[in-house]
Nanobody, 124 residues
C-alpha cells in the first residue's frame, strides 16, 4: 500500500509560482509511476502531469506545458510539481496519484492510490 500526502498549495497572484510536494509512504515508491491531476469546482478531474517510475517519461497537459515541471526524488519518496507563471484558470484542488503499472499515465482510472488534495488558488 502507498499513502500519499500533498503539500505546498496556497493563494498566489497570477504570474506567481508554487511548488507542490507529494510525500509517499512505503518502500516501493520507486516502482510507481506518479501523476498530478486537478479538479476545479464544477469540472471533472483532469490530467496535469505524470512521471514514469524511471523518470524518463514526463507527459504534460497542453494547458501547462512550458509552465509546470514534474520531478521525483526516490530517495525522499517524494514527487514535485513546480508551477510557474500561474494563471487564474489553474485554480483547482491538485491531487497526487500513484500507479504501479504505468499503463496509462494520463488516465486517472489507472491510478490505484490517491492523496487528499491540496488547494491552489490563483488570483487575477
Amino acid at each position: 500500500q502507498v499513502q500519499l500526502v500533498e503539500s505546498g498549495g496556497g493563494l498566489v497572484q497570477a504570474g506567481g509560482s508554487l511548488r507542490l510536494s507529494c510525500a509517499a509512504s512505503g518502500r516501493t515508491f520507486s516502482s510507481y509511476a506518479m501523476g498530478w491531476f486537478r479538479q476545479a469546482p464544477g469540472k471533472e478531474r483532469e490530467f496535469v502531469a505524470a512521471i514514469s517510475y524511471t523518470g524518463g517519461n514526463k507527459p504534460y497537459a497542453d494547458s501547462v506545458k512550458g509552465r509546470f515541471t514534474i520531478s521525483r526524488d526516490n530517495a525522499k519518496n517524494t514527487v514535485y510539481l513546480q508551477m510557474n507563471t500561474l494563471k487564474p484558470e489553474d485554480t483547482a484542488v491538485y491531487y497526487c496519484a500513484a500507479d504501479l503499472y504505468g499503463l496509462g499515465l494520463q488516465t486517472y482510472s489507472f491510478y490505484e492510490h490517491w492523496g487528499q488534495g491540496t488547494q491552489v488558488t490563483v488570483s487575477s
